[in-house]
């Protein structure tokens, strides 16, 4: 029964212990994926234009024939179309569970969160083809800061790897503590026969 004891006490240890790795992980996740929401609330706007602009150069022509007039009010349509999709995607990278799932890289161009931010393309697009101007088609993630930036070709951040492994290793010990005590429920019945 001892020898019961002893290894329960030892798996509660380790779980106290992994249970503040955790803790300690998933707070500097959060830290990086605030920076990187906030990043991206900041430079998404400048980035849509930055693509409208180099359609712009691909096929100058529709965009030649526009008056002052109308390239003030297109920039004037696309502030108003961009400015709530703009608080509806940080709002939605704020929510989003997708930044702790084990397999969604960062940046990854096929995540929900590029899919999230992407999702941007149809308002600027519906103002651009009132003025016959080409789409808007964002490809990469280039746009952000440079330490984020950085991001991109390590995929899974230190504190994303961090997280994801005191993660596993919390749910084993769970597990793992929870099968000693069923056995040993089991062990004390025996002893009574």
């Known amino acids: ?42 430079n998404l706007r400048s980035y ?10 691909k096929s100058p022509d529709a965009a030649e024939a526009l008056t002052d007039e109308q390239f003030e009010s297109l920039r004037i349509e696309l502030n108003e179309a961009l400015e709530p999709e703009m608080e509806r995607i940080v709002r939605e990278l704020r929510e989003s569970s997708a930044w702790l799932e084990e397999e969604t890289a960062f940046l990854d161009l096929n995540s929900k969160v590029w899919k999230t931010v992407k999702s941007v393309e149809p308002a600027a697009n519906e103002v651009l083809k009132r003025y016959k101007l080409s789409p808007v088609n964002m490809k990469n993630w280039a746009w952000l800061s440079p330490e984020i930036d950085a991001l991109i070709t390590m995929r899974f951040p230190a504190a994303k790897k961090d997280f994801v492994d005191r993660r596993k290793q919390l749910k084993y010990l769970e597990n793992r503590y929870i099968e000693e005590t069923r056995i040993g429920n089991v062990l004390n019945r025996l002893e009574s026969l």
């Not at 849509?48 to 150069?57: A, F, L, Q, S």
């Open 48 to 57: 849509v234009y930055e693509n409208i602009r180099r359609e712009i150069r």
């Open 1 to 42: 029964m001892d020898s019961e004891n002893v290894i329960l006490n030892k798996i509660k240890q380790q779980l106290e212990l992994v249970r503040g790795q955790f803790n300690t992980a998933q707070l500097d996740l959060n830290a990086l994926v605030a920076s990187l929401i906030e990043s991206i609330g900041v």
